[in-house]
């Protein structure tokens, strides 16, 4: 155990330098899958990594300022420390937060440059020329490469957006318009639901970006500059450690910094990849009349290995579900079938048998029972066209009666509406649902009521941020359980529901109705709640909000995360160009 313990302390700097390197690679690769998932273990793997990366590199460095003597090749290694520190272009924040932090990091950067360039000091007499030359270069990479994570995450925060000129955006759909110092534009040929979800899934992809990666800094001409030099520093460091003669050192220290060249150099040429494979760097080419850059970079962005293929989902393309009546135990509940609703079904009858209060067991209720489900096509086109017909009401001769029953604050209609709704699709059978077009339509009425109504539940438990609530989530739904008050609103829910003869016609005007409450929560929500959600898989929510936002229909008084640079520019240029219905060609 002791020579375990001695050959652990022997090559102890070696395995963390790898160890932070490997850590890059791993946020490289799958710091951008979050904006396309929900898997929690995936997002706490990333937020680990995300964590661990700085630890770990600052770990090394001081390690290295104490022990560079006992490895000869080691201190070449804290540049290299410097660069991982630096993050990758994929990556720059987990969360919105994580921008405001960017004076801990310049703060950091002046102490970890000081320290390397103290380590760098102390092996100055004893290292060939060539061996300096070559650590110098690359101590300007890390200098470089942790400034733009600096920069990014400077101009990543909502403020900096807010304030900045050079961050209006211009948006395509049909017409034109203006509202205030935002301009919209849209094109004629954005016709169907599918060209519509595209163009907002690509806005809300560059809307992530510019918040999440280093995108924003590297659409900059400084950016621009800086990138290239750390590009070509880069590489004559490693054609010039090449032609140092390595046999004084050890063959592990000599491979390990190889493979710290190697790899640098591959994620250097993967992130210039992505950067040419952005819709902003076609735009930039296209409208300087770079034909040849223009076409490779649509290559690039058109291709499925690499860009953004129209096949391909920007975002989770799920929306959460909570079925909130049924944990009030006033449905029988189905068989559970999912290891959540397992665990769940556990945990109640554990409640029940010591007698565990309803406010701690409802906790672990909006923990377990929440799920996710896929978006339909016809259900999201249902959301986009109701705004565009937002000046005319529908009728709700079956509902209409009973509004004024239902409350008078978005969290009890919200309640109400959903109790009521589960309550009244109860009184669908499968059986009822199988046969012919008319059972077909109406089964598909009955899916949507419900996904509409557990997805509304689902934001009130777990992104109550994103509705316009009076007071916090939690208190609303444990004074709906636990109160007479609650337990009179469920009964006259019900009362209600009782009351409604099934058929398609009332399944349509709680679809109506429910559209319509998705589509005034979005109205009163924050920019800021969207652009955390994007770090999350996004939301169906953030879709109808940026869809509003097209229309001015948002407010005056909002700020809005726009879409194409104004600044300087003499004509528009389209950032996205999509073909019309009936073209062959993407």
């Given at each position: 155990?002791?020579?375990?313990v001695?050959?652990?302390?022997d090559?102890?700097?070696?395995?963390?330098?790898?160890?932070s390197?490997t850590?890059?690679?791993?946020?490289?690769?799958?710091?951008g899958l979050?904006?396309r998932?929900?898997?929690?273990?995936?997002?706490?793997s990333?937020?680990?990594?995300?964590l661990?990366a700085?630890?770990?590199a600052?770990?090394?460095?001081?390690?290295?300022?104490?022990?560079a003597?006992?490895?000869?090749?080691?201190f070449f290694w804290?540049?290299f420390?410097?660069?991982?520190l630096?993050g990758?272009?994929t990556i720059?924040?987990f969360a919105?937060?994580?921008?405001?932090?960017?004076?801990?990091h310049?703060?950091?950067?002046?102490?970890?440059a000081?320290?390397?360039?103290?380590?760098f000091?102390?092996?100055?007499?004893?290292?060939?020329?060539?061996?300096?030359?070559?650590g110098?270069?690359v101590?300007i990479?890390?200098?470089?490469?942790y400034?733009?994570?600096?920069w990014?995450?400077?101009?990543?925060?909502?403020?900096?957006?807010?304030?900045?000129?050079g961050?209006?955006?211009?948006?395509?759909m049909?017409g034109?318009?203006?509202?205030?110092?935002?301009?919209f534009?849209?094109?004629d040929?954005?016709?169907g639901?599918?060209?519509?979800?595209?163009?907002l899934?690509?806005c809300?992809?560059?809307?992530?970006?510019?918040?999440?990666?280093k995108a924003?800094v590297?659409?900059t001409?400084?950016?621009?500059i800086?990138?290239?030099?750390?590009?070509?520093?880069a590489?004559?460091?490693?054609?010039v450690?090449?032609a140092?003669?390595?046999?004084?050192?050890s063959?592990v220290?000599?491979?390990?910094?190889?493979?710290?060249f190697?790899g640098?150099?591959?994620?250097?040429?993967?992130?210039?990849?992505?950067?040419?494979?952005?819709?902003?760097?076609?735009a930039?080419l296209k409208?300087?009349?770079?034909?040849?850059l223009?076409?490779f970079s649509?290559s690039?962005f058109s291709?499925?290995?690499?860009?953004w293929?129209?096949?391909?989902?920007?975002?989770?393309?799920?929306m959460?579900?909570?079925?909130?009546?049924?944990?009030?135990?006033?449905?029988?509940q189905?068989?559970?079938?999912?290891?959540?609703?397992?665990c769940?079904?556990?945990?109640?009858?554990?409640?029940?048998?010591?007698?565990?209060e309803?406010?701690?067991?409802?906790?672990?209720?909006k923990?377990l029972e929440?799920e996710?489900v896929k978006?339909?096509?016809?259900l999201?086109?249902?959301?986009?066209?109701?705004i565009?017909?937002?000046?005319?009401?529908?009728?709700?001769?079956?509902?209409?009666?009973h509004?004024?029953?239902?409350g008078?604050?978005?969290d009890?209609?919200?309640i109400?509406?959903?109790?009521?709704?589960?309550?009244?699709?109860?009184?669908?059978?499968?059986?009822?649902?199988?046969?012919?077009?008319?059972?077909?339509y109406?089964?598909?009425?009955?899916?949507?009521?419900?996904k509409?109504s557990?997805?509304?539940?689902?934001?009130?438990?777990?992104s109550?941020s994103?509705?316009?609530?009076?007071?916090?989530?939690?208190?609303?739904?444990?004074?709906?359980?636990?109160?007479?008050?609650?337990s009179?609103?469920?009964?006259?829910a019900?009362?209600?529901?009782?009351?409604?003869?099934?058929?398609q016609?009332?399944?349509?005007?709680?679809?109506?109705?429910?559209?319509?409450?998705?589509?005034?929560?979005?109205?009163?929500?924050r920019p800021?709640?969207?652009?955390?959600?994007l770090?999350r898989?996004?939301?169906?929510l953030?879709?109808?909000?940026l869809?509003?936002?097209?229309?001015?229909?948002?407010?005056?008084?909002?700020?809005?995360?726009?879409?194409?640079?104004?600044?300087k520019?003499?004509?528009?240029?389209?950032?996205v160009?999509l073909p019309?219905?009936?073209?062959?060609?993407?």
């Amino acid at each position: 155990m002791e020579n375990l313990v001695q050959l652990f302390y022997d090559w102890e700097i070696q395995q963390l330098v790898l160890l932070s390197f490997t850590i890059q690679i791993f946020l490289f690769f799958t710091g951008g899958l979050r904006r396309r998932g929900t898997n929690i273990l995936l997002r706490f793997s990333i937020w680990i990594a995300y964590l661990g990366a700085d630890m770990v590199a600052v770990y090394s460095l001081g390690y290295l300022s104490r022990h560079a003597d006992a490895h000869p090749l080691a201190f070449f290694w804290a540049p290299f420390l410097l660069v991982h520190l630096g993050g990758q272009d994929t990556i720059t924040a987990f969360a919105m937060e994580d921008n405001n932090l960017w004076l801990r990091h310049l703060l950091n950067l002046v102490v970890q440059a000081v320290l390397a360039a103290y380590i760098f000091w102390k092996s100055i007499g004893r290292h060939d020329v060539e061996l300096l030359v070559s650590g110098t270069l690359v101590f300007i990479v890390g200098i470089i490469r942790y400034g733009e994570r600096i920069w990014s995450l400077r101009c990543g925060r909502y403020e900096s957006l807010e304030e900045s000129p050079g961050n209006q955006y211009e948006l395509q759909m049909n017409g034109s318009r203006q509202r205030g110092d935002a301009t919209f534009f849209f094109e004629d040929r954005l016709d169907g639901v599918k060209k519509r979800l595209k163009l907002l899934e690509i806005c809300l992809g560059i809307m992530y970006d510019d918040l999440y990666t280093k995108a924003l800094v590297l659409r900059t001409r400084s950016g621009i500059i800086l990138r290239c030099i750390s590009h070509i520093c880069a590489w004559v460091a490693f054609i010039v450690f090449l032609a140092c003669h390595g046999g004084r050192y050890s063959r592990v220290d000599t491979s390990i910094t190889y493979l710290l060249f190697i790899g640098g150099l591959y994620l250097e040429v993967c992130g210039m990849t992505n950067l040419m494979a952005s819709p902003w760097t076609w735009a930039w080419l296209k409208a300087r009349k770079h034909e040849k850059l223009a076409w490779f970079s649509w290559s690039l962005f058109s291709s499925n290995l690499i860009g953004w293929p129209e096949k391909r989902q920007l975002w989770s393309n799920a929306m959460g579900q909570y079925n909130f009546y049924g944990w009030l135990g006033r449905k029988e509940q189905q068989q559970p079938s999912s290891f959540n609703q397992q665990c769940m079904a556990a945990v109640r009858q554990l409640a029940t048998l010591f007698r565990v209060e309803k406010k701690k067991s409802l906790l672990m209720s909006k923990l377990l029972e929440r799920e996710h489900v896929k978006v339909d096509g016809v259900l999201i086109k249902c959301l986009l066209d109701r705004i565009g017909r937002l000046d005319s009401p529908k009728a709700l001769p079956n509902l209409g009666p009973h509004l004024n029953l239902m409350g008078s604050t978005f969290d009890m209609v919200t309640i109400v509406f959903h109790v009521l709704t589960e309550k009244h699709l109860s009184k669908y059978s499968p059986s009822d649902l199988e046969g012919n077009e008319a059972a077909a339509y109406t089964n598909v009425l009955v899916e949507d009521c419900r996904k509409l109504s557990r997805y509304m539940m689902y934001l009130m438990a777990a992104s109550p941020s994103l509705l316009p609530l009076e007071q916090s989530s939690v208190a609303v739904l444990e004074r709906w359980q636990q109160s007479w008050w609650g337990s009179g609103c469920t009964e006259l829910a019900e009362w209600i529901a009782d009351a409604l003869q099934p058929g398609q016609e009332t399944l349509e005007e709680i679809k109506e109705l429910w559209v319509q409450l998705i589509i005034y929560a979005a109205s009163k929500s924050r920019p800021e709640t969207h652009a955390a959600q994007l770090a999350r898989g996004g939301e169906l929510l953030t879709f109808v909000w940026l869809q509003l936002a097209f229309y001015g229909l948002i407010g005056s008084n909002r700020a809005m995360i726009e879409l194409t640079s104004k600044t300087k520019m003499k004509k528009i240029f389209y950032a996205v160009h999509l073909p019309p219905e009936d073209s062959e060609t993407t």
